[in-house]
């Protein structure tokens, strides 16, 4: 039982604001300054106050870095990672779940160390596999010497080779490995009763016919909420398209084309088409966000079968 005091109730509410405002006040500097002209966003003090400039700076900042092109390129890298995620997440977690195996324990906990492991810390093998998807394969083969018994034996040399910089898959393969939703599809599964496994069992279906049928409806929020956050972490993704694209005119997300828009050491300090620029390119998560929300929240904390 919650006691309700006039003084915590208070207490509450003042810290949900305060942490209101904090979170706010970013974004409206943002705003205020994309709307903002040069003399204006310039001035100092700054002025908290919206101007009229809004829509001339966001022209000014979508033909300045080509926003068009780099919101199509990180909505097809933002979907293919998130389709990408939430797919190999909940095979590996139904896997691991409802399969009886010895080793299952150890290829969840193999899977739930790799937390520790961000993409920043294994870029340099990501970028190397990357180069060479196919690597792994030539390495074994030479290492079981088949490689020099088919040039001894034929003449061919077996050289294998796939190429996946400046390319959409070199840009969502590398990041579908997901252990956050593996953990978090192995925790909902863990829920579902064993009645229900074995009623599915009794009218004949499959592990696949159990899991089409029946587990990804019952997923559903929590596949929202999976989706929510890993589109939003998808499209604000900087160093990896930045590692394996040269031919950002083609292959660039929009992020990256926040470097266009900073004013340069000696030039114009147009911050105001900065800003606009920036409100642009946080707006589709934004988007994102505010339209999931109702199923990112349920899908964190519903227990219902």
Request: glycine share 6%; aromatic share 12%; proline share 6%.
């Amino acid at each position: 039982m919650i006691e309700r005091s006039p003084f915590f109730d208070f207490v509450s509410y003042a810290a949900m604001v305060i942490g209101l405002v904090l979170v706010l006040i970013p974004f409206w500097v943002v705003i205020v300054a994309g709307s903002q002209s040069l003399q204006e966003v310039a001035r100092v003090p700054f002025s908290m106050l919206p101007s009229n400039h809004l829509m001339e700076n966001i022209q000014a900042a979508w033909a300045r870095a080509d926003l068009g092109p780099k919101l199509i390129n990180s909505f097809i890298v933002a979907a293919g990672v998130t389709i990408g995620k939430i797919t190999l997440a909940a095979f590996s977690a139904f896997a691991i779940v409802f399969f009886n195996f010895r080793a299952r324990m150890i290829c969840f906990w193999a899977i739930f160390i790799t937390l520790m492991l961000p993409l920043e810390v294994r870029i340099v093998p990501t970028y190397s596999i990357a180069a060479n998807a196919l690597l792994p394969f030539q390495v074994l083969l030479d290492a079981l010497g088949i490689t020099w018994l088919v040039q001894s034996v034929s003449g061919v040399q077996i050289a294998l080779n796939w190429n996946l910089l400046n390319s959409y898959t070199g840009l969502i393969l590398p990041l579908i490995a997901t252990a956050t939703g593996t953990f978090l599809y192995r925790q909902f599964f863990m829920t579902i009763p064993d009645e229900l496994v074995e009623a599915s069992k009794m009218d004949g279906s499959g592990p696949m016919g159990f899991f089409w049928d029946v587990l990804i409806p019952l997923s559903r929020t929590n596949m929202l909420a999976l989706a929510t956050i890993m589109f939003v972490s998808s499209w604000n993704q900087y160093l990896w398209p930045l590692l394996v694209t040269t031919d950002r005119a083609n292959f660039g997300t929009v992020v990256m084309q926040l470097k266009a828009l900073i004013p340069a050491q000696n030039g114009t300090p147009d911050w105001n088409v900065t800003m606009a620029g920036a409100l642009i390119i946080m707006l589709p998560p934004l988007l994102v966000v505010a339209f999931m929300q109702r199923w990112f929240v349920r899908g964190l904390i519903s227990r219902d079968k």
